[in-house]
């Protein structure tokens, strides 16, 4: 085992949830997770599984009806849940920043792409307009985007969705945060936009250094670019490992669900496996583990009562009764 | 923003309201080159005699009168009252001049300031929420529930004559509609990703309503302030005709209006004798209401692209 590594971000625990008429919605209803130091954590899960709802979260971003209800969220040892307005503001941009999925609506198309880099820069240090556009310029360079100096005066409907992408990416990095939020950064582009833009978050991330958040339904871009993975399901973590754990010792059944849901060039199937059924609706979730409905490891324990979080090896966490079966079955194909 | 001035004039509706607007501009401007004011207070109409009867166009100002203005040391630059005068021998011409820059004065003030406080209030309501957005439309309704032209004219009639307070009138009772407006617009806008971007950057509230959000919301708010120009002018002519607006004698159309309101049935078997009294101060006041509405109509045509066919 390498040095030990410093603890950045810690999540405890986390609950939010959405106060609507219905209802209570719980779209986040127990979250763990750890993120270390110069580390990418990937958050994998179907759509409506919590995942966007734990980063604006973090980012302390949600508001009415949504309100985080309980749980503690540690950056850099201090509660981000306690902190007042002002001090929230300072963290973000310049320690945690975000970057969003949908590149043509996260710039404002009135402003100019300098305008926008800069802005975040004049917010959080005392520069002039005019270094701080120089700065934009510069960063525009580090995501590689031709002729910057153009550029940074043009508006976000001049830029190809690739370079607008790119422009989000600068906007983000502008003051040098220690921990990046992607929210599905790359599912609005098409697959060679994809891999350019994956590539350049991995470069960018050696340099400066920080920690990377990728939240993405997308396994083959948490493969690429993570080291740490949480599956989510119906608003909780239901497996936290290593990638590699992951990826061959999958312990839910969601995960190995998931797993053999990928096509795959060495094994020969006639028809792809799929996760029977929906996400269930958040407002009337299944009894006993929310899993259930779907799983085909199911038993009658699984419907009476819920597992709760289990360490299963070292930094491997699990939410469910039957792992020994999962991994047994799981050895036979990964 | 120069696609909006080249629409503006090629469309012809416009550019006739562009024009009757610089014929006001220009005359508001060379107003005391082209009726050098016979008084200290340059908003003072002067007479010309002092007759009680309108005197029609071209009658020359009384002897007794130029001998009056020669004691007091005034040069008189003019002669002839070429738009007639009215009753009491006040000069309309001279009114018509000078009113243009009380209209310029009423319309744009009135409307900025209520503007303002329309975009403010409405800004701020749609932008937090909750129950600042509550208190907030709640007193909007209030002021909304009053009918205007008599809220304006209680409130003037409260204050005093004048046009000062004509214009606090106004502005008291003119903002609703811009708050509602901006208010449904930020409501929609502020949901967009960008501002969630700008607020995961760290960008104060402030700076995203001023940045971020109005620049997106603001025009209908205009085209609804350059419609409004011409009718703050009308009300405020309304309440100087009910007579709660500027005091006799100063150069506004609206007081003219209603100065001549013995005098818009002529005598008996010339039912046309005095038209000049009402005519010119009423023509000018609907050119200028006319000018402002038809570059306020182009202005939404242009700016609501429903409307442009682009979506």
């Given at each position: 085992?390498?040095?030990?590594?410093?603890?950045?971000?810690?999540?405890?625990?986390?609950?939010t949830?959405?106060?609507?008429?219905?209802?209570?919605?719980?779209?986040?209803?127990?979250?763990?997770?750890?993120?270390?130091?110069?580390?990418t954590?990937?958050?994998?899960?179907?759509?409506?599984?919590?995942?966007?709802?734990?980063?604006f979260?973090?980012?302390?971003?949600?508001?009415?009806?949504?309100?985080?209800?309980?749980?503690?969220?540690?950056?850099?040892?201090?509660?981000?849940?306690?902190?007042?307005?002002a001090?929230?503001?300072?963290?973000?941009?310049?320690?945690?920043?975000?970057?969003?999925?949908?590149?043509?609506?996260?710039?404002?198309?009135?402003?100019?792409?300098?305008?926008?880099?800069?802005?975040?820069?004049?917010?959080?240090?005392?520069?002039?307009?005019?270094?701080?556009?120089?700065?934009?310029?510069?960063?525009?360079?580090?995501?590689?985007?031709?002729?910057?100096?153009?550029?940074?005066?043009?508006?976000?409907?001049?830029?190809?969705?690739?370079?607008?992408?790119?422009?989000?990416?600068?906007?983000?990095l502008?003051?040098?945060?220690?921990?990046?939020?992607?929210?599905?950064?790359?599912?609005?582009?098409?697959?060679?936009?994809?891999?350019?833009?994956?590539?350049?978050?991995?470069?960018?991330?050696?340099?400066?250094?920080?920690s990377?958040?990728?939240?993405?339904?997308?396994?083959?871009?948490?493969?690429?670019?993570?080291?740490?993975?949480a599956?989510?399901y119906?608003?909780?973590?239901?497996?936290?490992?290593?990638?590699?754990?992951?990826?061959?010792?999958?312990?839910?059944?969601?995960?190995?669900?998931?797993?053999?849901?990928?096509?795959?060039?060495?094994?020969?199937?006639?028809?792809?496996?799929?996760?029977?059924?929906?996400?269930?609706?958040?407002?009337?979730?299944?009894?006993?583990?929310?899993?259930?409905?779907?799983?085909?490891?199911?038993?009658?324990?699984?419907?009476?009562?819920?597992?709760?979080?289990?360490?299963?090896?070292?930094?491997?966490?699990?939410?469910?009764?039957?792992?020994?079966?999962?991994?047994?079955?799981?050895?036979?194909?990964? | 923003?120069?696609?909006?001035?080249?629409?503006?004039?090629s469309?012809?509706?416009s550019?006739?309201?562009?024009?009757i607007?610089?014929?006001?501009?220009?005359?508001?401007?060379?107003?005391?080159?082209?009726?050098?004011?016979?008084?200290?207070?340059?908003?003072?109409?002067?007479?010309?005699?002092?007759?009680?009867?309108?005197?029609?166009?071209?009658?020359?100002?009384?002897?007794?009168?130029?001998?009056?203005?020669?004691?007091?040391e005034?040069?008189?630059k003019w002669?002839?009252?070429?738009?007639?005068?009215a009753?009491?021998?006040?000069?309309?011409f001279?009114?018509?001049?000078?009113?243009?820059?009380?209209?310029?004065?009423?319309?744009?003030?009135?409307?900025?300031?209520?503007?303002?406080?329309?975009?403010?209030?409405?800004s701020?309501?749609?932008?937090?929420?909750?129950?600042?957005?509550?208190?907030?439309?709640?007193?909007?309704?209030?002021?909304?529930?009053?009918?205007?032209?008599?809220?304006?004219?209680?409130?003037?009639?409260?204050l005093g004559?004048?046009?000062?307070?004509?214009?606090?009138?106004?502005?008291?009772?003119?903002w609703?509609?811009?708050?509602?407006?901006?208010?449904?617009s930020?409501?929609?806008?502020?949901?967009e990703?960008?501002?969630?971007?700008?607020?995961?950057?760290?960008?104060n509230?402030?700076?995203?309503?001023w940045?971020h959000?109005?620049?997106?919301?603001?025009?209908?708010?205009?085209v609804?302030?350059?419609m409004?120009i011409g009718?703050m002018?009308?009300?405020?002519?309304?309440?100087?005709?009910l007579?709660?607006?500027?005091?006799?004698?100063?150069?506004?159309?609206?007081?003219?209006?209603?100065?001549?309101?013995?005098?818009?049935?002529g005598?008996?078997?010339?039912?046309?004798?005095?038209?000049?009294?009402?005519?010119?101060?009423?023509?000018?006041?609907?050119?200028?209401?006319?000018?402002?509405?038809?570059?306020?109509?182009?202005?939404?045509?242009?700016?609501?692209?429903?409307?442009?066919?682009?979506?």
């Amino acid at each position: 085992m390498e040095k030990k590594k410093k603890l950045l971000l810690e999540i405890k625990d986390l609950k939010t949830h959405f106060f609507t008429e219905e209802g209570i919605v719980k779209a986040v209803d127990g979250v763990d997770f750890k993120v270390y130091q110069g580390e990418t954590l990937g958050i994998v899960g179907e759509s409506g599984c919590g995942k966007s709802v734990t980063a604006f979260s973090i980012m302390r971003l949600l508001d009415y009806p949504g309100k985080t209800v309980g749980g503690e969220i540690f950056f850099k040892g201090e509660t981000l849940l306690k902190k007042s307005d002002a001090e929230m503001r300072k963290i973000r941009g310049k320690e945690i920043a975000m970057i969003f999925q949908e590149p043509m609506t996260a710039l404002n198309p009135v402003l100019t792409i300098g305008f926008q880099i800069s802005e975040a820069l004049r917010m959080h240090f005392d520069i002039s307009k005019e270094e701080a556009i120089k700065k934009a310029i510069k960063l525009l360079t580090k995501v590689g985007i031709p002729i910057p100096e153009q550029r940074v005066n043009e508006y976000p409907h001049q830029l190809s969705g690739g370079m607008r992408q790119r422009a989000m990416i600068a906007m983000a990095l502008s003051c040098d945060p220690t921990l990046l939020i992607a929210d599905e950064p790359t599912t609005a582009l098409d697959v060679t936009i994809q891999a350019q833009i994956l590539e350049l978050m991995k470069s960018l991330l050696r340099d400066f250094n920080g920690s990377l958040i990728m939240i993405t339904h997308d396994l083959g871009v948490i493969a690429e670019i993570a080291d740490r993975i949480a599956v989510m399901y119906a608003g909780k973590i239901v497996e936290y490992a290593d990638k590699k754990t992951i990826f061959h010792n999958p312990s839910h059944p969601y995960t190995f669900g998931l797993l053999t849901s990928i096509p795959r060039l060495d094994m020969e199937t006639k028809r792809l496996n799929v996760i029977p059924g929906i996400v269930p609706n958040p407002l009337h979730f299944p009894s006993g583990c929310k899993f259930n409905t779907r799983c085909k490891f199911a038993t009658k324990k699984c419907q009476e009562k819920e597992p709760a979080l289990i360490e299963l090896a070292k930094e491997h966490l699990i939410r469910c009764w039957h792992a020994d079966r999962v991994i047994e079955e799981a050895k036979k194909i990964f | 923003m120069n696609r909006i001035l080249k629409k503006l004039f090629s469309n012809i509706t416009s550019l006739m309201g562009i024009i009757i607007l610089i014929f006001f501009i220009i005359i508001a401007i060379f107003a005391p080159a082209i009726t050098p004011p016979l008084s200290d207070d340059p908003y003072q109409i002067p007479r010309m005699s002092w007759d009680i009867n309108p005197q029609p166009p071209g009658s020359p100002m009384s002897d007794n009168m130029i001998e009056a203005y020669e004691f007091m040391e005034k040069e008189v630059k003019w002669e002839k009252a070429i738009c007639g005068t009215a009753e009491g021998g006040y000069d309309i011409f001279y009114g018509l001049i000078w009113g243009t820059r009380t209209a310029f004065k009423i319309g744009i003030i009135t409307v900025s300031i209520s503007m303002l406080i329309g975009i403010i209030l409405g800004s701020v309501s749609a932008y937090f929420g909750g129950w600042i957005d509550e208190i907030l439309m709640r007193i909007t309704d209030i002021f909304l529930s009053f009918p205007f032209l008599v809220a304006a004219m209680v409130l003037t009639t409260v204050l005093g004559r004048g046009l000062d307070k004509v214009m606090i009138a106004l502005i008291s009772f003119g903002w609703m509609g811009y708050a509602r407006l901006i208010r449904g617009s930020i409501l929609a806008t502020k949901e967009e990703t960008y501002v969630m971007a700008a607020k995961a950057l760290g960008v104060n509230d402030t700076k995203i309503i001023w940045k971020h959000l109005l620049p997106n919301t603001i025009f209908p708010v205009m085209v609804q302030g350059s419609m409004n120009i011409g009718s703050m002018v009308i009300t405020a002519a309304a309440l100087s005709f009910l007579g709660v607006g500027a005091p006799v004698g100063y150069a506004d159309w609206g007081q003219m209006v209603s100065f001549a309101r013995n005098w818009i049935i002529g005598s008996p078997g010339n039912a046309g004798q005095y038209w000049y009294a009402v005519f010119y101060p009423g023509i000018f006041i609907v050119l200028f209401v006319l000018s402002w509405n038809l570059i306020g109509d182009t202005l939404r045509d242009i700016l609501d692209p429903r409307l442009r066919g682009e979506l």
